[in-house]
């Protein structure tokens, strides 16, 4: 731990809050927290960043540690906090738990996955979270607030991290009890606005017990605006885990739902988002979803199946069905493979074909790239037969397919076909005719990116176009 950061504060003031897993969330709610100021303009809090001793571990903690996020982002918010915090000496990030001892509050951040054997119901993969949790409770200070922000499943706050915090206090000689723990997960957005996405925006939590209930809350003013975004208490951690899990499990299944209307659109020559902008008119349907190039991301591909894992295997309830949101996982899974058909069936095949990947990570405008729609269609596309080049403004290392990736736009010359696959503000801004030239590729709008004058600009030079959700191309 970079002991010479959290010396220079004086004193033991304000309180040290350590920050357990410094990925996309944990990294950028150390800026949150690190730029919190009181009425008087004084640092709120002290901020430790904790990373495993694993070389991305310590690649996370230099950099953030050095005053730079360690991921490419859209927000300039975060590189300035970053800077900000490093100049204050507010922030420092490494990599030795003992800082654990130190902290008044422990903020967990470390993934929690699912894992889907092909012979069982999937369950969760705990291992690494439990073993941070382990870290805690063999150091921690009595009374220390414990905030879980990974999504786990329904349960896991109240029956898992609290006997253990409670054995590892007690193996100490000290009260079992004397833990004030929450939950209170995030809805952070990697994208333009990364950073407010946590500090202007509503929050759930809830408290173990009464108090740390009320300590979290407290702890949650400090770097959240909650006069304009009030906080939602609710009565237990277990509803404040289901809240999080269906909210992502809701939008989960409204995607899937439009991969049917999608393709029925594309058979019949109409323009589905056409139809969907008519229906959000109505105020109760106004966040209707879209069809698109398929759901990445780490979390609406795995949350949608811990209500399931929970019952089964945390609360003790049993087998119990949730069939909308298994569906739902299971279509967004395979609607990459929609695109790499209907691209076939335009271009007569893949075999031989060239196509140009626009966009790896999994949404518009972020650098992340785990479980990205566009590595499934890029081994589907492969598997039948097509070479795939891929491009992103914004990833330069794609450690998934382990692959580099050139900045500069590829020379569409020699492309069969272009696939809009994410909608990144630098394919938004392109000008097509420019790009393109003599070259005439089929381009493909896998995810409702070209605006309505880009597509235009293609039809007036007589590019071949096609789209997911509209069968009214050319
Ligand atoms: N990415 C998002 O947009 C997003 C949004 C909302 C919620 N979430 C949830 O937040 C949680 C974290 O997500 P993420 O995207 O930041 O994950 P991530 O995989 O990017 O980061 C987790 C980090 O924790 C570290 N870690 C693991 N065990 C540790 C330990 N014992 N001590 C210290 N560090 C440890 C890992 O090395 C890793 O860097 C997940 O539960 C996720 O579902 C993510």
Not at 47 to 61: C, F, M
Request: with cysteine.
């Amino acid at each position: 731990m970079a002991e010479t950061a959290i010396s220079r504060l004086p004193s033991d003031r304000p309180p040290l809050v350590c920050v357990q897993g410094l990925g996309f969330v944990g990294a950028a709610m150390c800026l949150a927290l690190a730029s919190a100021r009181d009425a008087t303009g004084a640092p709120c809090y002290r901020v430790a960043g904790l990373e495993l001793d694993t070389p991305l571990g310590r690649e996370r903690a230099t950099v953030l540690d050095s005053g730079r996020f360690p991921f490419a982002a859209m927000d300039p918010a975060l590189a300035e906090a970053a800077a900000a915090a490093h100049a204050t000496g507010t922030l420092a990030a490494g990599t030795d738990p003992e800082i654990l001892a130190r902290a008044d509050v422990i903020v967990v951040n470390v993934g929690l996955d699912v894992e889907t054997p092909e012979d069982a119901p999937p369950r969760a993969a705990m291992a690494g979270f439990l073993a941070g949790v382990r870290e805690i409770a063999r150091r921690m200070r009595p009374n220390a607030l414990v905030v879980i922000e990974t999504t786990v499943p329904p349960g896991t706050t109240s029956r898992v991290v609290a006997p253990l915090l409670a054995e590892g206090l007690a193996a100490r000689g000290l009260p079992a009890d004397a833990f004030l723990l929450a939950h209170a997960y995030e809805r952070v957005m990697p994208g333009p606005d990364y950073l407010r996405s946590i500090t202007h925006f509503w929050r759930c939590y809830a408290g173990h017990t009464e108090a740390a209930a009320a300590t979290c809350a407290d702890f949650l003013a400090r770097f959240i605006d909650t006069v304009a975004f009030p906080l939602t208490r609710l009565s237990s951690t277990v509803a404040s885990e289901t809240a999080k899990i269906m909210e992502n499990s809701y939008r989960a299944v409204t995607i899937a739902m439009m991969e049917e209307w999608g393709r029925f659109a594309e058979a019949a020559g109409i323009d589905l988002f056409e139809v969907i902008d008519a229906i959000r008119m109505r105020p109760t349907h106004a966040n209707m979803r879209t069809p698109g190039f398929g759901v990445g991301g780490y979390c609406l591909t795995k949350d949608p199946l811990f209500a399931g894992i929970a019952a089964r295997d945390i609360l003790g309830l049993g087998d119990m069905a949730f069939p909308f949101a298994e569906q739902a996982v299971a279509i967004n899974a395979v609607m990459p493979l929609v695109s790499v058909t209907r691209i076939a069936e335009v271009l007569g095949g893949l075999d031989g074909k060239r196509l140009l990947l626009m966009g790896v990570s999994y949404r518009g405008d972020v650098a992340d790239t785990r479980s990205s729609a566009s590595a499934d269609f890029l081994r589907a596309a492969e598997a039948r037969g097509a070479t795939v080049t891929p491009h992103d403004p914004l990833v330069r290392e794609w450690p998934e397919l382990g692959l580099t990736i050139a900045v500069a736009l590829p020379d569409p010359a020699g492309f069969d076909a272009v696939v809009m696959a994410v909608d990144h503000r630098a394919y938004r801004s392109l000008d097509f005719p420019a790009w393109l030239g003599a070259a005439r590729p089929l381009i493909f709008d896998a995810n409702r990116v070209l605006s309505a004058a880009q597509r235009a600009s293609l039809a007036a030079i007589g590019a071949p176009l096609a789209s997911i959700g509209r069968g009214d191309d050319r």
